[in-house]
Structure formats: structure tokens, C-alpha cells
């Protein structure tokens, strides 16, 4: 299996297409059901580890926001590293978005799409891309 292929898989998946664990430490385990060489480990979140960025703490009462990694793995080996922020009193988690050159801000196809994998609900997820106001390049429900 190339890159391309490892990549394709995941944003290809829907969330309901990965088994998921949470692991005695908190260590978040999602497993793709279809190729079990591809998984999705998130580390614990760590409530020291906290985001100051105006789009996660003001749009909502709880002005507290917390990062959360996540490693893109094969056969348990790392390929890409991908980071959340836990919002609004860790309802929704959102990848860390990009800005255009209008100065917005915005998520690609493949962040959206990972997003949607290690958020257990995708409705408090787009809810909460809305009041973040993160746009997304592409967007397949």
C-alpha cells in the first residue's frame, strides 16, 4: 500500500466503517473494519494542553478549548499526525483549520472528512464548525 492509498481509505471511510476503543488510559483506538492495518490513535486529551484561538472559545459559554492529537497509523506505524480542539466543554472536536487569503478560515476535504471519523456526533461536529464559522472546501454527509 502507497500513501495515496493509506490516505484514500480514511477519507474515503464513513464514521460507521470503524470499530472503536477507548483504552484504560483514555487513548482513543479506531480501526478501519475493512483493512485492519489502518488505524486512527488519539493520545489522552490533555486538559493543560488548551487552544487561545478566538474561533474555539468565542462562540460559546465555556471559553475553555483543548488540543487532542491523533496519529494516522499503518501496521501501527505513524504516518501523519493530525490535531483537534475540543470546543464548547469538549462537545465537538474540530481539526485546526487552515486561512484563505481572505483571512477565513477553512477546512480541506481530508481534515473535514477525519473530523468526522473521531467525532462521536456529527451533528454537534457541523453544529459546531458553524459557530466556529470554518468553512469547508468540500463537504459529503
Same mark, same amino acid.
Given at each position: 500500500? &502507497?500513501?495515496?492509498?493509506?490516505?484514500?481509505?480514511?477519507?474515503?471511510?464513513?464514521?460507521?466503517?470503524?470499530?472503536?476503543?477507548?483504552?484504560?488510559?483514555?487513548? /482513543?483506538? @479506531?480501526?478501519?473494519? =475493512?483493512?485492519?492495518?489502518?488505524?486512527?490513535?488519539?493520545?489522552?486529551?490533555?486538559?493543560? /494542553?488548551?487552544?487561545?484561538?478566538?474561533?474555539?472559545?468565542?462562540?460559546?459559554?465555556?471559553?475553555?478549548?483543548?488540543?487532542?492529537? @491523533?496519529?494516522?497509523?499503518?501496521? &501501527?506505524?505513524?504516518? /501523519?499526525?493530525?490535531?483537534?480542539?475540543?470546543?464548547?466543554?469538549?462537545?465537538?472536536?474540530?481539526?485546526?483549520?487552515? %486561512? &484563505?487569503?481572505?483571512?477565513?478560515?477553512? *477546512?480541506? =476535504?481530508?481534515?473535514?472528512?477525519?473530523? %468526522?471519523?473521531?467525532?462521536? =456526533? *456529527?451533528?454537534?461536529? &457541523?453544529?459546531? *464548525?458553524?459557530?466556529?464559522?470554518?468553512?469547508?472546501? @468540500?463537504?459529503?454527509?
Amino acid at each position: 500500500m &502507497n500513501y495515496a492509498d493509506f490516505k484514500k481509505a480514511i477519507v474515503d471511510s464513513e464514521p460507521g466503517d470503524w470499530l472503536y476503543h477507548i483504552l484504560e488510559n483514555e487513548t /482513543e483506538v @479506531y480501526v478501519l473494519k =475493512n483493512n485492519l492495518s489502518i488505524s486512527i490513535i488519539g493520545t489522552p486529551v490533555s486538559f493543560e /494542553e488548551r487552544c487561545y484561538e478566538d474561533w474555539a472559545i468565542n462562540h460559546s459559554l465555556e471559553s475553555k478549548a483543548f488540543k487532542q492529537t @491523533y496519529y494516522l497509523k499503518f501496521n &501501527n506505524t505513524p504516518i /501523519e499526525e493530525f490535531t483537534t480542539v475540543w470546543v464548547n466543554g469538549c462537545r465537538a472536536t474540530i481539526p485546526i483549520p487552515k %486561512r &484563505n487569503q481572505e483571512n477565513s478560515l477553512y *477546512l480541506d =476535504n481530508d481534515d473535514f472528512r477525519i473530523g %468526522r471519523i473521531v467525532n462521536a =456526533n *456529527l451533528e454537534e461536529y &457541523n453544529e459546531h *464548525l458553524g459557530k466556529c464559522k470554518i468553512s469547508c472546501s @468540500y463537504i459529503t454527509m
